[in-house]
């Protein structure tokens, strides 16, 4: 059961990235570590009251975790394919 639940941040967390991206096309990259906590802090309420989780602070936490994790993947990616600016 905890695999689905993480695989539920997951998306919620992906689907907000992708709309930051629709509606921002070039964000600098310094404030790339804001926009990951914002899209956390927004997937953790979001989880909470979608009832994924029962405790505000782990859903919190969880999709922060999460966020800031897919935002490192994401940029991991990058450098490996040498598309750094």
Request: hydrophobic content about 45%.
């Amino acid at each position: 059961m905890e695999i689905t639940y993480t695989v539920i941040v997951y998306i919620i967390t992906y689907i907000m990235g992708a709309l930051n991206k629709l509606f921002f096309k070039e964000i600098p990259n310094k404030y790339i570590p804001i926009q990951n906590v914002i899209i956390g802090v927004l997937s953790g309420v979001a989880c909470y009251y979608l009832g994924i989780y029962d405790n505000m602070l782990q859903s919190l936490v969880l999709c922060f975790m999460s966020a800031i994790g897919a935002g490192g993947t994401a940029d991991l990616v990058k450098t490996i394919k040498g598309d750094e600016k």
